[in-house]
Nanobody
């Protein structure tokens, strides 16, 4: 069974940085065939796409994080990362990783990011 585990969240002051990691395990194939996405869900809000990297390495960022966040993947290790710089209080949310093409995995538990002074 495919398992997705996010890590790296925590409490950080505004302007600080965090690096989130995502590990996909339990697959007989590499995540290289998947387009991978970082999502986040803030309290009382819907889950939203933060950044996406497709199978060819093409990258999309949400307007709110453009220029501050960097998505990357290591297909050999079945991992993905999200480097978050210049964090703002409005970045506070639970962050999740998943695939969206050709199909999503079962959701992981996410990792909580709190940006506060």
């Amino acid at each position: 069974q495919v398992q997705v585990v996010e890590s790296g969240g925590g409490l950080v002051q505004p302007g600080g940085s965090l690096r989130l990691s995502c590990k996909v395990s339990g697959m007989s194939i590499s995540i290289s065939v998947y387009s991978m996405v970082w999502y986040r869900q803030a309290p009382d809000k819907e889950r939203e796409m933060v950044a996406r990297i497709d199978r060819n390495g093409n990258i999309f960022y949400g307007d709110d994080v453009k220029g501050r966040f960097t998505i990357s993947r290591d297909n050999a290790k079945n991992t993905m990362a999200l480097q978050m710089n210049s964090l703002r209080p409005e970045d506070t949310a639970d962050y999740y990783c998943n695939a969206d093409y050709p199909h999503p995995f079962q959701w992981g538990h996410g990792t909580q990011v709190i940006v506060a002074s």
